[in-house]
């Protein structure tokens, strides 16, 4: 008899399904034969990389034989002074991916649960099945968190609360006011993970709170953000988080040694005095957020309104042939079957030239 290494695996690891990323250029042309591909489909930054930080990595590969500094003490100095935060209140992740797991390691076992809205990022459940604790999905308000039924939702045995804002995939965001009422009504031995990967998309009129404002007051507040977003580095895999010292603590026990290298460290402390670069990522985004918006409209086409850099499309029908039609005229979209979406396709926000690109496919599909 074989081994049924699936009946041998942790209850939660069975009841997982893998992560479905954004189908990579490479993987289109040669299913398809085609060339001169657009990919909007995992909310990358469409620029080339920053100047700074392309030689920062030129200039560290001389130390490829090496380790890297597994505290990430350049990078940490540089965080904590753009951020006006301390050391110890750091932690560096291998992606933000690896802080929102490092963050169920450390706080959930099968007897605890999680909670998270309906339509949020799909690594909140991986995380939490994964160390096999319960998850409490809470149903979305308009595709968005909920964050009063989320508060509703806590159990005594809840450790964790994921939120994402903006979230992925549906762009939605909740507002200061939402966010500074919750907080007052968490338990304090209930950790709330507040997942800012696009915060830096977050406009004035937003009136979206700022994490960090947060933290003094509140112990059980971990702020999670990303270099893959608005900085452009999501090859590299970097992300930190800022929380009280000692749940940095419970996170540095967790984590792999040198989770973060060489390349990662020394590339995101360039992006991060990188302001110009920055900026320009954000106004790409702001007017290309525009063009597709007015483009989708002209279709006809409704959308959930976004402030991140991707926004959600509602064809109202089954939206898989059109993602696979989009494909055939070389352009990648994600489709949103997996979130319980079905009818919408999440589009990432590309230069002008991708954005009429898309435009033009979808008005040719339709
Ligand atoms: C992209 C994304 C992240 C960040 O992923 P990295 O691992 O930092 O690349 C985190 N949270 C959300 C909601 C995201 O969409």
């Not at 390691?105 to 604790?133: E, H, I, M």
């Not at 991060?272 to 006809?300: C, H, P, W, Y």
């Amino acid at each position: 008899m074989p081994v049924d290494y699936l009946a041998l695996a942790t209850s939660g690891v069975q009841a997982l399904h893998p992560y479905q990323p954004g189908k990579p250029v490479e993987t289109l042309e040669r299913e398809l034969g085609i060339t001169n591909i657009i990919k909007l489909a995992s909310n990358e930054c469409p620029l080339a990389p920053s100047e700074k930080v392309q030689l920062a990595i030129r200039d560290a590969m001389s130390q490829l034989t090496r380790y890297p500094d597994g505290n990430g003490y350049g990078l940490k100095r540089a965080l904590a002074d753009t951020y006006t935060v301390a050391e110890d209140q750091l932690t560096l992740g291998n992606g933000s991916n690896d802080i929102l797991e490092l963050l169920a390691r450390v706080f959930l076992t099968p007897d605890t649960s999680a909670v998270f809205s309906q339509y949020a990022f799909a690594v909140y459940p991986l995380a939490v099945k994964a160390v096999g604790a319960q998850a409490i999905v809470v149903p979305a308000q308009d595709w968005a968190h909920d964050l009063e039924a989320i508060a509703d939702a806590i159990e005594p045995n809840t450790r964790l609360v994921y939120l994402a804002n903006p979230n992925n995939p549906t762009g939605t965001w909740f507002r200061d006011a939402e966010f500074n009422a919750f907080m007052h009504r968490i338990r304090d031995d209930v950790v709330v993970v507040l997942d800012e990967a696009y915060g830096e998309y977050l406009d004035d009129d937003t009136d979206a709170p700022n994490g960090l404002d947060y933290l003094k007051q509140f112990r059980n507040l971990v702020v999670s953000r990303t270099f893959s977003k608005a900085y452009g580095l999501a090859a590299l895999r970097v992300g930190y988080a800022i929380s009280d010292p000692e749940i940095a603590n419970l996170l540095n026990r967790v984590r792999q040694p040198f989770n973060v290298n060489h390349l990662a460290l020394v590339a995101a402390t360039a992006a991060l005095s990188d302001k110009a670069f920055l900026q320009q990522s954000i106004e790409t985004n702001r007017s290309g957020m525009e063009q597709l918006t007015k483009g989708l409209v002209r279709l006809g086409l409704t959308f959930i309104p976004s402030k991140a850099n991707f926004v959600c499309v509602n064809f109202k029908r089954d939206a898989m042939p059109i993602y696979q039609q989009l494909l055939h005229r070389g352009v990648i979209v994600r489709p949103l079957a997996n979130y319980d979406m079905p009818e919408f396709l999440r589009i990432s926000v590309g230069l002008p030239e991708e954005n009429a690109r898309l435009l033009e496919a979808l008005n040719d599909v339709l």
